[in-house]
């Protein structure tokens, strides 16, 4: 996967979306954006999920682990959205909602969310 190198401008507007949301976040952004691995966009997606689970804890990623179910440890509808509006942001891409409904883990959402940069937004 290549995504276009990341401008100056663009770092520093990532850095300001990802300030506050637990350590590694940003760190597995830029590396996702470097490399493409689906383990750093896990970690990224992993942090931003774990910034709105309600009650944010270190311990988010054994939490939000790959396959657990995001409903079943209180990632709701509203943290959802949030988590989407910032990816939307970051990878400046559409994610449809209904698409969004499907997915309901860690490891979709990576998944799904690659696949989308890999297609591009139509």
Known sequence: MSLPPLTEEDRERA??????????????????RDSGEIEALKVLIGGMLGFYLPSANENYMKVVGGEVDLQTVGIDSLGMTEMVFQVEELFDVSVADEDMAKVTTLDEISVYIKERLEKGDD
């Open 15 to 32: 850095k300001k979306l990802l300030k506050g949301f637990p350590d590694g976040t940003e760190e597995a952004y830029f590396k996702f």
